[in-house]
């Protein structure tokens, strides 16, 4: 996810510190490339680069920049690869305009040609220059910037906002649709952004933006305009309270719980992002040939690894073995070599686990990819080609989006290894809404007894076995209970004789699978144990279970990753109401670089 920020001053200054702590405060969403621009004096400064903010920075001198107006933007590849010409912000083709956006234009191939064909300068494959190019078009032909900025609304289609000044003048201009975007309004200058966090430093006074809603900003006021008409637009300004903790908690509690929220639109991003990506062929293309394929991972990524292994066995009929990382060594390494192919999961990219395996199995020739959240971690370098999760930063040290987002891809994987149509999957964000929507209050209500207990099992079948052993490392990350994840058949060679009056035991079900669990309900009920059902509406279930968790209807494949939600609130809510902070659960870190 990009993050756009501009800045308009009375007259020129050095800007390069306030950019570079700007790009800093949005560094949260996701980046790959960082770029910055000043205008003043008849002179546009750029530079720009793929990297760290930090990096950069030093590299380019970011902090020595000077200027009466300056943009800055971290950009998250989706058209076209990380490299200094496709990072923003982008020049017009007579360089006297300069803008970067935050989104996705998604006519962009077809909007480079015809700029091409009528004979701009294009530099790069982004979709940021597109947005320049369109509003140059029509300033080219005449007409004022807003009305250009109007006439380019009609020809850029997405969601997105950006930002853009020009050479002669002391104006920012900015739009909205879609993207985020707020204004700050502070002493001798107004500033623009994608997030609050690069504002409040500077002012808590904002304006915030609508969509359809085009913004100029000089260095003592701003001006809103409806796009669709030009008629101007009426908005007090406000003043922010909250401290940035707050701010940047986007006004949940914890990161966990915004986290959890995040992972519809997550789950948009990289269906957006794998959906159609020749990086996802080049990988299939190897897997379609290979002797054997092993995803790879620890801990939340490993139980995204099994999903995997049943999704690529149901969609794809090709097996696939899931494997903890450090036993990946001594149980396979032996017997790999360059006709099989390994995936690594990890949302760091830099746990010491997985980076051993990855390495023994890279000096045994064995083919290695990598799917992880973090762009430009070890996992991302060491690998043939990688992956990217496309979840912004997760701060919450139990994974939540990371880990539906792993199971996403493992879907689109799997779907266009068995020749089926991706867009079947395009339901899924919504129907995480719905289950998040329709589920709290349900989860909400099992916490006060369920709080008593500090053992339970979480049980699943099939393809809700993983996200079964999943909700049970999430329960006992955050609210340090003992609660095991296991298959359900399981449960009767021996755990069974843990049941005692009101034990908790915990259910997912698959629309498939209902006699199986509908049995495994019964071997506990009929001890006097407590079980919750956690799966679609289905009258077996509702009669034999104790309590019951509703998820919406949904394919096998959608619900089985539906039933994770619930099971990541419930542990949210029962570690809150222990009074401990989900966020940081103790003797943990997010990142575990260590053996
Ligand atoms: O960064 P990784 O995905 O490689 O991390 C692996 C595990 O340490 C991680 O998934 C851990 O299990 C989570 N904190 C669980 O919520």
Known sequence: MCGIFGIVTEKEQRLGPILVEAARRLTYRGYDSVGAATLSGGRI????????VDEVAEKHRLAEMTGQRGITQLRWATFGEPSQVNAQPHLDSDGDLVGAHNGNVVNNVELRQEFMAEGMTVRSHNDGESCVHAVERYIDRGHDFIEAIRRAYGDLQGDYAYVIGRIHDDKLYAIKKGSGLVIG????FTCVSSDLPSILPLTRTIVRVQDGEIITLWADRVELRSVVDGRLIERQPEAVTETMEAVQKGGYPHFMLKEIHEQPQAAREVLHMLAGSSEVETVLERMRTARQVYFIGCGTSYHACLAGAVYFAQLAGRAAIPVLAPQFIPQYLPAVGPQDVGLFVSQSGETKDVLNALQAAGDRGM?????????????????????????GYE?????????????????????????????????????????LEETARQVEAIVPWLNAWNDLYCLGYGATYPMALEGALKLKEITYAHCEGMLSTEFKHGPLSAVTKGY???????????????????????????AIAIGP????????ASDMITIPQASAMASSLLTVLPLQ?????????????????RNLSKTLTVD
């Open 537 to 544: 509406e289905d009258a077996r279930l509702r009669a034999n």
């Open 504 to 530: 908790p035991v915990l259910f997912a079900a698959g629309p498939e699978d209902v006699p199986l669990i509908v049995s495994g309900i019964n071997e506990v009920t009929c001890r006097g144990g407590r």
């Open 569 to 585: 609130l419930l542990s949210y809510h029962l570690s809150v109401a222990r009074g401990y902070d989900p966020d940081f659960p």
């Open 185 to 188: 309004i502070g002493e001798g």
């Open 45 to 52: 400064d750029l530079r720009k680069d793929v990297g760290r």
């Open 367 to 391: 083919a290695c990819y990598g799917l992880a959240n973090v762009i430009g971690s070890t996992l991302t370098k060491a690998t043939a080609s990688w992956l990217p999760l496309c979840c």
């Open 395 to 435: 701060i919450s040290v139990p994974a939540t989006k990371t880990f539906t987002n792993q199971v996403m891809a493992f879907l689109i994987l799997a779907m266009r290894l068995g020749g089926r149509d991706v867009k079947a999957l395009e339901a899924i964000p919504e129907l995480m809404e719905r289950t």
